[in-house]
């Protein structure tokens, strides 16, 4: 297995996610999810993108498990999972929430 299978595997766990959800999510395939977690194929360039840009990392870290930043707690996760849900007008709506709890300097480290 290689270590893109691994990680991808890991990344999916990690979000709780079956590999039925995540091909309905990204719009692939679950056969070919389970291909690339048994190592049996690898994702093309595009599709590597869509992976990672929908865990939210880099293909380094994709490819290599190796994050350059660091990694995602599961409050995060959650946080990302619950805005991957919403439609374009709620996602706006936690943005601005954000950037008013952002300004008013109570809520910033």
């Known amino acids: 297995m290689s270590q893109m299978s691994e990680t991808l595997k890991a990344l999916r766990k990690r979000d709780k996610l079956t590999q039925q959800e995540l091909a309905d999510q990204t719009g692939l395939s679950r056969s070919r999810i389970n291909n690339y977690e048994q190592g049996i194929r690898e994702p093309d360039f595009e599709t590597a993108e869509i992976l990672a840009d929908f865990f939210n990392v880099d293909l380094d870290t994709l490819y290599s498990g190796a994050s350059s930043s660091a990694t995602l707690s599961e ?35």
């Open 75 to 109: 409050s995060e996760a959650t946080l990302i999972n619950f805005f991957r849900s919403l439609n374009s007008a709620g996602r706006l709506k936690v943005l601005e929430y954000a950037l008013d709890l952002n300004n008013a300097g109570n809520y910033s480290v």
